[in-house]
Protein backbone atom coordinates (compact mmCIF):
# COMPACT_ATOMS: atom_id res chain seq x y z
CA UNK A 1 0.00 0.00 0.00
CA UNK A 2 1.19 3.57 -0.71
CA UNK A 3 1.99 5.29 2.24
CA UNK A 4 0.68 8.57 1.89
CA UNK A 5 2.55 11.74 4.63
CA UNK A 6 0.41 14.34 6.63
CA UNK A 7 1.05 17.47 8.00
CA UNK A 8 -0.89 17.13 11.95
CA UNK A 9 1.10 20.29 13.70
CA UNK A 10 2.81 23.66 12.97
CA UNK A 11 4.42 26.41 15.06
CA UNK A 12 6.18 29.08 13.86
CA UNK A 13 7.78 32.24 14.80
CA UNK A 14 8.26 34.93 12.63
CA UNK A 15 8.27 38.94 12.36
CA UNK A 16 5.08 38.89 11.98
CA UNK A 17 4.32 37.00 15.11
CA UNK A 18 4.40 34.38 17.55
CA UNK A 19 2.27 31.24 16.27
CA UNK A 20 1.17 30.58 12.77
CA UNK A 21 -2.32 31.96 13.02
CA UNK A 22 -1.32 35.10 13.65
CA UNK A 23 1.14 34.95 11.43
CA UNK A 24 -0.87 33.80 8.87
CA UNK A 25 -3.48 36.30 9.60
CA UNK A 26 -0.92 39.45 8.94
CA UNK A 27 0.74 37.54 5.83
CA UNK A 28 -2.84 37.64 3.79
CA UNK A 29 -3.93 40.80 5.02
CA UNK A 30 -0.88 41.73 3.44
CA UNK A 31 1.16 43.47 6.72
CA UNK A 32 4.33 43.67 7.04
CA UNK A 33 7.02 44.22 10.61
CA UNK A 34 10.13 44.89 8.71
CA UNK A 35 12.09 47.78 9.89
CA UNK A 36 15.12 49.72 10.89
CA UNK A 37 17.14 46.52 12.44
CA UNK A 38 17.47 46.92 16.37
CA UNK A 39 19.27 44.30 17.46
CA UNK A 40 22.57 46.41 16.61
CA UNK A 41 23.31 49.83 15.30
CA UNK A 42 22.95 49.04 11.71
CA UNK A 43 24.30 52.53 10.77
CA UNK A 44 27.19 51.52 8.90
CA UNK A 45 25.13 49.41 6.52
CA UNK A 46 23.84 50.73 2.95
CA UNK A 47 20.88 48.43 4.10
CA UNK A 48 19.61 48.72 7.67
CA UNK A 49 16.04 47.06 7.79
CA UNK A 50 15.33 43.53 8.54
CA UNK A 51 12.64 41.37 9.71
CA UNK A 52 13.06 41.05 13.08
CA UNK A 53 11.55 38.69 15.61
CA UNK A 54 9.67 41.06 18.10
CA UNK A 55 7.43 40.45 21.35
CA UNK A 56 9.28 37.34 21.56
CA UNK A 57 10.56 35.84 25.01
CA UNK A 58 12.59 33.18 24.89
CA UNK A 59 11.48 32.00 28.99
CA UNK A 60 7.86 31.03 27.96
CA UNK A 61 9.22 27.91 26.04
CA UNK A 62 12.32 27.21 28.05
CA UNK A 63 14.14 27.85 31.30
CA UNK A 64 16.08 30.63 32.04
CA UNK A 65 19.09 28.80 32.59
CA UNK A 66 18.55 27.07 28.77
CA UNK A 67 18.06 30.32 27.53
CA UNK A 68 20.93 31.83 29.13
CA UNK A 69 23.19 28.90 27.61
CA UNK A 70 21.88 28.95 24.12
CA UNK A 71 21.47 31.03 20.83
CA UNK A 72 18.75 32.56 19.39
CA UNK A 73 18.59 30.44 16.49
CA UNK A 74 18.01 27.65 19.40
CA UNK A 75 15.35 29.39 21.03
CA UNK A 76 12.96 30.00 18.23
CA UNK A 77 13.91 26.56 16.95
CA UNK A 78 12.16 24.83 20.21
CA UNK A 79 9.29 27.51 20.30
CA UNK A 80 8.04 26.65 16.85
CA UNK A 81 8.43 23.07 18.29
CA UNK A 82 6.82 23.14 21.30
CA UNK A 83 3.86 25.21 19.53
CA UNK A 84 3.94 22.40 17.28
CA UNK A 85 3.79 19.47 19.39
CA UNK A 86 0.85 21.05 21.34
CA UNK A 87 -0.37 21.83 18.04
CA UNK A 88 -1.01 18.16 16.67
CA UNK A 89 -1.70 17.12 20.39
CA UNK A 90 1.01 14.95 19.85
CA UNK A 91 2.45 12.39 22.32
CA UNK A 92 4.47 9.75 21.55
CA UNK A 93 4.63 6.47 23.23
CA UNK A 94 7.41 4.74 24.58
CA UNK A 95 6.78 2.25 22.11
CA UNK A 96 7.10 3.82 18.91
CA UNK A 97 9.68 6.36 20.25
CA UNK A 98 12.05 4.48 17.62
CA UNK A 99 9.49 5.19 14.69
CA UNK A 100 9.67 8.98 15.63
CA UNK A 101 12.49 11.36 14.77
CA UNK A 102 13.51 14.56 13.79
CA UNK A 103 15.14 16.85 10.47
CA UNK A 104 16.30 20.30 11.41
CA UNK A 105 17.83 22.69 9.59
CA UNK A 106 19.32 26.33 9.46
CA UNK A 107 22.01 28.39 7.26
CA UNK A 108 24.03 29.99 9.36
CA UNK A 109 23.46 28.24 13.24
CA UNK A 110 24.87 29.78 16.49
CA UNK A 111 26.05 32.86 14.52
CA UNK A 112 25.11 35.56 17.16
CA UNK A 113 27.10 33.32 19.80
CA UNK A 114 30.22 33.39 17.38
CA UNK A 115 30.05 37.41 16.78
CA UNK A 116 29.64 38.07 20.49
CA UNK A 117 32.17 35.48 21.56
CA UNK A 118 34.94 35.66 19.00
CA UNK A 119 34.53 39.61 20.05
CA UNK A 120 35.74 38.62 23.18
CA UNK A 121 38.78 37.31 21.75
CA UNK A 122 39.24 40.11 20.03
CA UNK A 123 39.65 41.91 23.21
CA UNK A 124 41.45 39.40 24.73
CA UNK A 125 38.95 38.49 27.56
CA UNK A 126 38.98 34.88 26.72
CA UNK A 127 38.36 33.82 30.17
CA UNK A 128 34.84 35.26 29.15
CA UNK A 129 33.84 32.94 25.92
CA UNK A 130 31.17 30.59 26.94
CA UNK A 131 31.91 26.74 27.23
CA UNK A 132 28.62 26.27 25.92
CA UNK A 133 29.84 28.38 22.69
CA UNK A 134 31.03 24.81 21.21
CA UNK A 135 27.46 23.16 21.97
CA UNK A 136 25.83 25.90 19.99
CA UNK A 137 28.15 26.00 17.28
CA UNK A 138 27.51 22.51 16.61
CA UNK A 139 24.02 23.39 15.88
CA UNK A 140 22.36 19.52 15.67
CA UNK A 141 22.31 20.18 19.72
CA UNK A 142 19.22 22.24 18.58
CA UNK A 143 17.80 19.19 16.90
CA UNK A 144 18.63 17.23 19.93
CA UNK A 145 16.61 19.58 22.04
CA UNK A 146 13.78 18.55 19.77
CA UNK A 147 14.25 15.04 20.26
CA UNK A 148 14.79 15.38 24.20
CA UNK A 149 11.03 17.52 24.39
CA UNK A 150 8.90 15.27 22.24
CA UNK A 151 10.65 12.00 23.23
CA UNK A 152 11.49 11.09 19.09
CA UNK A 153 14.82 8.46 19.55
CA UNK A 154 14.35 7.81 15.64
CA UNK A 155 16.50 9.28 12.91
CA UNK A 156 17.93 12.06 13.54
CA UNK A 157 19.37 14.75 11.06
CA UNK A 158 20.77 18.52 10.74
CA UNK A 159 20.91 19.96 7.69
CA UNK A 160 22.79 23.24 6.44
CA UNK A 161 22.31 24.27 3.07
CA UNK A 162 21.04 27.49 2.62
CA UNK A 163 18.08 28.70 1.67
CA UNK A 164 17.03 25.65 1.16
CA UNK A 165 17.64 24.45 4.27
CA UNK A 166 13.84 24.50 5.99
CA UNK A 167 12.06 22.80 2.40
CA UNK A 168 15.06 19.98 2.05
CA UNK A 169 14.23 19.21 5.80
CA UNK A 170 10.20 18.64 5.16
CA UNK A 171 11.68 16.94 1.72
CA UNK A 172 14.00 14.45 4.17
CA UNK A 173 11.57 13.86 6.35
CA UNK A 174 8.78 13.23 3.74
CA UNK A 175 10.50 10.48 2.43
CA UNK A 176 11.54 9.10 5.58
CA UNK A 177 8.09 8.11 6.37
CA UNK A 178 7.46 7.33 2.69
CA UNK A 179 10.14 4.65 2.69
CA UNK A 180 8.92 3.09 5.87
CA UNK A 181 11.73 4.41 8.21
CA UNK A 182 9.27 6.19 10.58
CA UNK A 183 5.70 7.09 11.54
CA UNK A 184 6.33 10.50 12.45
CA UNK A 185 8.99 13.30 11.69
CA UNK A 186 9.06 16.76 13.27
CA UNK A 187 10.68 19.18 10.83
CA UNK A 188 11.62 22.67 10.24
CA UNK A 189 14.39 25.19 10.25
CA UNK A 190 15.22 28.10 12.26
CA UNK A 191 17.60 31.23 11.38
CA UNK A 192 18.84 34.45 13.51
CA UNK A 193 21.55 35.68 11.50
CA UNK A 194 20.39 39.87 11.60
CA UNK A 195 23.77 40.19 13.20
CA UNK A 196 26.60 42.89 12.09
CA UNK A 197 29.42 40.07 10.23
CA UNK A 198 26.53 38.49 8.59
CA UNK A 199 25.05 41.57 7.35
CA UNK A 200 28.35 43.56 6.53
CA UNK A 201 29.36 40.60 4.61
CA UNK A 202 25.83 40.65 2.38
CA UNK A 203 26.17 44.32 2.15
CA UNK A 204 29.71 44.12 0.82
CA UNK A 205 28.11 40.99 -1.87
CA UNK A 206 25.23 43.65 -2.84
CA UNK A 207 22.77 41.12 -2.46
CA UNK A 208 20.20 43.22 -0.11
CA UNK A 209 18.26 45.75 -0.63
CA UNK A 210 19.51 49.21 -0.73
CA UNK A 211 17.25 53.06 -0.70
CA UNK A 212 14.88 51.83 1.51
CA UNK A 213 16.08 52.44 5.00
CA UNK A 214 13.46 55.72 5.46
CA UNK A 215 10.44 52.87 3.80
CA UNK A 216 11.54 49.87 5.73
CA UNK A 217 7.97 48.13 5.26
CA UNK A 218 8.65 48.84 1.16
CA UNK A 219 12.04 46.94 1.64
CA UNK A 220 11.08 43.75 0.35
CA UNK A 221 9.95 43.94 -3.61
CA UNK A 222 9.74 40.52 -5.20
CA UNK A 223 9.27 40.90 -9.17
CA UNK A 224 9.07 44.65 -8.58
CA UNK A 225 11.10 46.37 -11.50
CA UNK A 226 12.56 48.70 -8.52
CA UNK A 227 13.50 45.32 -6.79
CA UNK A 228 17.53 45.43 -5.76
CA UNK A 229 18.02 42.65 -3.29
CA UNK A 230 16.50 40.53 -0.38
CA UNK A 231 15.82 41.51 3.34
CA UNK A 232 17.08 39.41 5.66
CA UNK A 233 14.59 37.99 8.17
CA UNK A 234 14.53 35.48 11.12
CA UNK A 235 12.35 33.29 12.78
CA UNK A 236 11.45 29.48 12.48
CA UNK A 237 8.71 27.12 11.32
CA UNK A 238 8.51 23.19 12.07
CA UNK A 239 6.12 21.24 11.25
CA UNK A 240 4.74 17.49 12.51
CA UNK A 241 4.63 15.37 9.38
CA UNK A 242 2.61 12.04 9.92
CA UNK A 243 2.30 8.79 8.12
CA UNK A 244 -1.62 9.28 7.07
CA UNK A 245 -2.50 5.75 9.08
CA UNK A 246 -0.90 6.76 12.05
CA UNK A 247 -2.79 10.02 11.71
CA UNK A 248 -6.20 8.80 11.58
CA UNK A 249 -5.67 6.02 14.34
CA UNK A 250 -5.23 9.06 16.46
CA UNK A 251 -7.70 10.98 15.73
CA UNK A 252 -5.28 14.03 14.03
CA UNK A 253 -6.28 17.24 12.69
CA UNK A 254 -5.27 16.83 9.29
CA UNK A 255 -3.60 20.42 7.48
CA UNK A 256 -3.08 19.01 4.12
CA UNK A 257 -0.83 16.46 2.70
CA UNK A 258 2.71 16.47 1.32
CA UNK A 259 2.48 14.35 -1.61
CA UNK A 260 5.99 14.98 -3.47
CA UNK A 261 9.18 16.33 -3.19
CA UNK A 262 12.20 17.29 -5.77
CA UNK A 263 15.89 18.18 -5.27
CA UNK A 264 18.66 19.57 -7.62
CA UNK A 265 21.84 21.40 -8.27
CA UNK A 266 22.45 24.21 -10.54
CA UNK A 267 26.65 22.91 -10.28
CA UNK A 268 26.65 26.61 -12.34
CA UNK A 269 27.76 29.29 -9.35
CA UNK A 270 28.34 29.85 -5.53
CA UNK A 271 25.50 32.42 -5.33
CA UNK A 272 23.86 33.20 -9.37
CA UNK A 273 21.22 30.84 -10.15
CA UNK A 274 21.66 29.42 -13.45
CA UNK A 275 20.62 31.91 -15.74
CA UNK A 276 18.64 29.15 -18.12
CA UNK A 277 16.51 28.39 -15.07
CA UNK A 278 16.89 24.89 -16.24
CA UNK A 279 17.36 22.77 -12.79
CA UNK A 280 14.97 25.07 -10.81
CA UNK A 281 12.21 23.54 -13.79
CA UNK A 282 13.80 20.03 -13.16
CA UNK A 283 13.56 20.36 -9.20
CA UNK A 284 9.83 21.43 -9.30
CA UNK A 285 9.37 18.99 -12.54
CA UNK A 286 10.50 16.24 -9.94
CA UNK A 287 8.15 17.27 -7.54
CA UNK A 288 5.31 17.05 -9.28
CA UNK A 289 5.94 13.53 -10.90
CA UNK A 290 6.54 12.48 -6.80
CA UNK A 291 3.35 13.32 -6.26
CA UNK A 292 2.10 11.36 -9.25
CA UNK A 293 0.05 14.31 -10.55
CA UNK A 294 0.45 16.09 -13.98
CA UNK A 295 1.87 20.11 -14.28
CA UNK A 296 -1.24 21.35 -15.33
CA UNK A 297 -2.76 20.46 -11.69
CA UNK A 298 -0.77 22.45 -10.02
CA UNK A 299 -2.79 25.51 -9.09
CA UNK A 300 -0.60 27.68 -6.55
CA UNK A 301 3.23 28.26 -6.12
CA UNK A 302 4.70 29.82 -3.48
CA UNK A 303 7.58 31.19 -4.89
CA UNK A 304 11.00 31.58 -3.75
CA UNK A 305 10.88 34.85 -4.64
CA UNK A 306 13.93 36.83 -2.81
CA UNK A 307 13.30 39.90 -4.51
CA UNK A 308 16.90 39.91 -6.14
CA UNK A 309 16.87 40.45 -9.96
CA UNK A 310 18.65 36.89 -10.96
CA UNK A 311 16.45 35.03 -8.99
CA UNK A 312 12.66 36.61 -9.84
CA UNK A 313 13.68 36.46 -13.25
CA UNK A 314 15.28 33.11 -13.13
CA UNK A 315 12.80 31.71 -11.12
CA UNK A 316 10.06 33.44 -13.47
CA UNK A 317 12.05 31.78 -16.56
CA UNK A 318 11.29 28.17 -14.74
CA UNK A 319 8.47 28.05 -14.22
CA UNK A 320 7.12 29.26 -17.80
CA UNK A 321 9.45 26.40 -19.57
CA UNK A 322 8.15 24.06 -17.04
CA UNK A 323 4.15 25.00 -17.07
CA UNK A 324 3.82 26.07 -20.98
CA UNK A 325 0.57 27.68 -21.51
CA UNK A 326 -0.77 26.66 -17.99
CA UNK A 327 2.16 29.04 -16.40
CA UNK A 328 -0.66 31.92 -17.26
CA UNK A 329 -3.23 30.35 -15.56
CA UNK A 330 -0.72 30.10 -12.39
CA UNK A 331 -1.08 31.85 -8.94
CA UNK A 332 2.46 32.45 -7.37
CA UNK A 333 3.17 34.79 -5.04
CA UNK A 334 5.98 35.94 -2.97
CA UNK A 335 5.82 34.97 1.09
CA UNK A 336 9.23 37.16 1.38
CA UNK A 337 7.75 40.36 0.70
CA UNK A 338 6.23 40.74 4.14
CA UNK A 339 8.22 38.42 6.21
CA UNK A 340 12.00 38.53 4.37
CA UNK A 341 14.48 35.99 3.57
CA UNK A 342 14.09 33.43 6.57
CA UNK A 343 17.38 31.54 5.11
CA UNK A 344 16.94 28.38 7.02
CA UNK A 345 14.15 28.58 7.80
CA UNK A 346 12.10 30.01 4.88
CA UNK A 347 11.44 26.80 3.29
CA UNK A 348 9.93 25.59 6.91
CA UNK A 349 8.00 28.70 6.93
CA UNK A 350 6.54 29.11 3.87
CA UNK A 351 5.94 25.45 3.40
CA UNK A 352 3.51 26.28 6.71
CA UNK A 353 1.92 29.06 4.64
CA UNK A 354 1.11 26.66 1.52
CA UNK A 355 -0.53 24.16 3.95
CA UNK A 356 -2.79 27.20 5.37
CA UNK A 357 -3.46 28.05 1.39
CA UNK A 358 -4.42 24.61 0.84
CA UNK A 359 -6.65 24.40 3.95
CA UNK A 360 -8.19 27.87 3.87
CA UNK A 361 -8.33 28.51 0.40
CA UNK A 362 -6.64 32.30 0.44
CA UNK A 363 -3.26 33.01 -2.14
CA UNK A 364 -0.93 35.40 0.15
CA UNK A 365 -0.44 38.09 -1.75
CA UNK A 366 2.52 39.52 -3.19
CA UNK A 367 3.16 43.18 -2.09
CA UNK A 368 5.40 46.21 -2.91
CA UNK A 369 4.73 44.88 -6.40
CA UNK A 370 4.10 48.28 -7.81
CA UNK A 371 5.01 47.77 -11.24
CA UNK A 372 6.57 44.07 -12.52
CA UNK A 373 10.22 44.02 -13.89
CA UNK A 374 10.88 43.69 -17.57
CA UNK A 375 11.21 39.51 -17.50
CA UNK A 376 8.32 38.77 -14.45
CA UNK A 377 5.10 38.47 -16.29
CA UNK A 378 3.39 35.79 -14.38
CA UNK A 379 0.29 36.16 -12.00
CA UNK A 380 1.67 37.05 -8.89
CA UNK A 381 -1.16 38.14 -6.73
CA UNK A 382 -0.32 41.88 -6.11
CA UNK A 383 -1.46 43.53 -3.23
CA UNK A 384 -4.42 41.85 -2.22
CA UNK A 385 -5.18 38.87 -0.73
CA UNK A 386 -7.12 35.85 -3.34
CA UNK A 387 -9.54 33.54 -2.24
CA UNK A 388 -9.13 30.37 -4.64
CA UNK A 389 -9.84 26.40 -3.71
CA UNK A 390 -6.34 25.41 -4.03
CA UNK A 391 -5.86 21.32 -4.40
CA UNK A 392 -2.52 21.28 -5.45
CA UNK A 393 0.57 23.60 -4.86
CA UNK A 394 4.13 23.78 -4.95
CA UNK A 395 6.52 25.89 -2.83
CA UNK A 396 9.92 26.75 -4.21
CA UNK A 397 13.51 27.00 -2.14
CA UNK A 398 16.05 27.59 -4.48
CA UNK A 399 19.73 28.84 -2.75
CA UNK A 400 22.91 29.63 -2.58
CA UNK A 401 25.52 26.81 -3.85
CA UNK A 402 23.01 25.75 -6.40
CA UNK A 403 21.10 23.82 -4.28
CA UNK A 404 17.33 23.74 -4.95
CA UNK A 405 14.11 22.00 -3.49
CA UNK A 406 10.57 22.13 -4.35
CA UNK A 407 7.59 20.35 -2.14
CA UNK A 408 4.57 19.78 -3.83
CA UNK A 409 1.17 19.90 -1.46
CA UNK A 410 -2.24 18.75 -1.89
CA UNK A 411 -5.71 18.89 0.12
CA UNK A 412 -6.39 16.27 1.82
CA UNK A 413 -9.11 13.93 1.14
CA UNK A 414 -9.51 10.76 2.54
Not at 202 to 223: E, V
Not at 282 to 308: F, S
Not at 356 to 378: A, F, V
Request: charged residues 20%.
Amino acid sequence: MKRRVVITGMGAVTSLAVGVEESWKKLCNGESEIKNVSLFDASFLKCQVAGEVINFSAKDFLSPKKVKKTDRFFHFLIAATRMALEDGQLKISREEQYRAGVVAASATGASRSFEANHELVVKELMRSVTPYLIINISANTAAGEMAIISGALGTHHFLQEACASGTNAIGLGFRTIKNQDAEIMIVGGSESSVTPTLMASLDNLHAMATGWNDQPRKSSRPFDKDRNGFVIGEGAGVLILEELEHAKARGAKIYAEVMGYGSTCDGYHAVAPLPSGKSAAKCMELAIQDAGIKPEEIDYINAHGTATKANDETETLAIKSLFGDHANKLMVSANKSMIGHMWGAAGAVEGIFTAKTIQEGIIPPTINLDEPGPKCDLDYVPHKARHSNVKYAISNSFGFGGINGSLTFGKYED
